[in-house]
């Protein structure tokens, strides 16, 4: 059986020797023996186990969890890998998607080509992350949200590229619109904003594939200071555009009774 030293798979693993000392003094990765020179020696157990740990530490799992997983009576080293590689595969392909985007976006900014303003968020936000969202809202609005969220998806599908750029176009001039009125001191309840919110209203019934009702829109306030990315993305636009937007829309919807 081959062995390796504390020294020699320190360098082998690209890691210190210090942080396989450590291992070894809180029992997660332990050497094969102890030889009569007292060196420790690790062989192909260990190293697998060695490797095991890393890609755990890679996924962000913490050491005090690693060695609970490993040691667990049902552990299976090889479905393991499997399903690492699976998470990991899907990583890369995301990955891979960013750093295309980033190329086009560096070509962009050099002048060396064009590109439509959609394509700087192709590929970043990620699937699992769309998933988590429309979880979100089935948790919290039950069966009228799933309903909404399978007629947008099957909505979505079928429209063309060209169709869902200018889609978002259209959302962004709304919502510059909103902001800029934001920053010239126009109260959010102010009748001059009626014109905005009314096309903010037909947008999202246009996502929705139905007209809103002043209930639904007043209820979509609800998600938009609820969930903390649409939060982030608004407060992205201008520092307290939620509440401003969020009022805007209670606003009209009252007023349309």
Do not use: C
């Not at 890679?58 to 393991?80: C, Q, Y």
């Not at 919502?175 to 109260?187: D, T």
């Not at 996502?207 to 979509?220: D, F, I």
């Not at 903390?228 to 606003?251: N, W």
């Amino acid at each position: 059986m081959k062995t390796y030293t504390v020294n020699q798979l320190a360098q082998l693993a690209g890691i210190s020797v210090r942080a396989l000392h450590h291992y070894d003094e809180i029992g997660l990765l332990k050497p094969a023996f102890t030889g009569d020179n007292r060196y420790r020696y690790y062989g192909d157990e260990e190293l697998l186990r060695l490797q095991q740990i890393l890609i755990h530490r890679e996924l962000d799992i913490p050491l005090g969890e690693i060695g609970a997983l490993l040691d667990a009576p049902g552990f299976d080293r090889l479905k393991t890998l499997q399903q690492q590689r699976e998470r990991l595969a899907e990583q890369a392909e995301r990955f891979a998607g960013m750093v295309r985007t980033i190329d086009r976006t560096i070509a962009r900014l050099q002048g060396d080509r064009e590109m439509k303003d959609a394509d700087l968020y192709s590929g970043v936000v990620s699937p699992k992350k769309q998933a988590e969202y429309h979880a979100w809202l089935e948790q919290r609005f039950g069966e009228g949200a799933r309903e909404s969220i399978a007629a947008e998806k099957k909505r979505l599908a079928g429209l063309a590229r060209h169709d869902s750029e200018a889609e978002m176009a259209e959302l962004r001039e709304i919502e510059q619109g909103l902001a800029e009125a934001m920053r010239l001191g126009v109260p959010p309840q102010a009748a001059q904003l009626e014109p905005l919110i009314e096309r903010h209203a037909q947008w999202v019934g246009g996502r929705w594939g139905r007209t809103v009702t002043p209930e639904a829109y007043l209820g979509l306030t609800e998600i938009y200071l609820g969930h903390p990315d649409f939060v982030a993305r608004y407060e992205q636009i201008e520092a307290g555009f939620t509440d401003y937007l969020a009022s805007a829309m209670r606003s009209w919807a009252q007023r349309q009774d």
